[in-house]
């Protein structure tokens, strides 16, 4: 239905950045909410921060005043800037749709690892 590519992950020193993109087959507007989740080691999936039709953002505690989410609409993209990487937000970070008619969408995810 949706495919979702992301990309952007890698290895980041603590205190470096990281942008993550997620890449949508077609246009972003007829997604109610875009947003990026993560799941470390032997932990539940979370939400790190989302964006909805209206532009409104929503982000978890842990990433306010470090991370940013936005989107491209002319390149169907949503990204979300992460600064002042620290090891705990080592994770898999996950790129995720809901369209208007209910469906949730997943992209396949990228590795972000913060070390020294």
């Known amino acids: 239905q949706v495919q979702l590519v992301e990309s952007g992950g890698g290895l980041a020193q603590p205190g470096g950045s990281l942008r993550l993109s997620c890449a949508a087959s077609?246009?972003?507007?007829?997604?109610?909410?875009m947003g990026w989740y993560r799941q470390a080691p032997g932990k539940q999936r979370e939400l790190v921060a989302s964006?909805?039709?209206?532009?409104?953002?929503n982000y978890a505690d842990s990433a306010k005043g470090r991370f940013t989410i936005s989107r491209d609409n002319a390149k169907n993209t949503v990204y979300l800037q992460m600064d002042s990487l620290k090891p705990e937000n080592t994770a898999v970070y996950y790129c995720?749709?809901?369209?208007?008619?209910?469906?949730?969408?997943w992209g396949r995810g990228t590795q972000v690892t913060v070390s020294a």
């Open positions: 995720n749709v809901k369209l208007w008619g209910g469906a949730d969408c």
């Open positions: 964006i909805g039709s209206s532009g409104s953002t």
């Open positions: 077609g246009s972003i507007l007829r997604f109610a909410v």
